[in-house]
């Protein structure tokens, strides 16, 4: 069964990202800059360590990968890495996303 996407994912246009819920730091959102693919070549520099970006709403120690980053680094993000983890099975693409998304992480900032 797809994982759906959360209520307030700073992914979806419609969310607010001071009102993610656990207290919002606009420091530690800009941070997450470092799990966007720069270019499909970049992603394969260290294809089998690269970061991802966890859901807001995961457990510390029991991350899940947000589904709003995994939606736009498959997509227009293109991440390579990330495709050949989800071919390979290391990641579970089997997401849904909830209505408009940002094209661009810079999008998602306040």
């Not at 606009?26 to 720069?38: G, P, R, V």
């Not at 990330?82 to 209505?99: F, H, N, S």
Request: charged share 25%.
């Amino acid at each position: 069964m797809a994982r759906k996407q959360c209520k307030k994912c700073p992914w979806k246009t419609s969310t607010n990202p001071h009102e993610i819920p656990h207290g919002y730091s606009e420091t530690k959102h800009k941070a997450l800059k470092s799990t966007i693919a720069s270019s499909p070549e970049s992603s394969l520099a260290d294809r089998d360590h690269f970061a991802m970006m966890a859901c807001h709403e995961s457990r510390l120690g029991k991350e899940q990968v947000c589904v709003g980053w995994l939606h736009n680094q498959l997509g227009v993000g293109n991440n390579i890495a990330l495709r050949l983890a989800v071919i390979t099975g290391r990641v579970d693409a089997d997401i849904e996303i909830v209505g408009p998304q940002h094209e661009c992480f810079e999008d998602t900032l306040p």
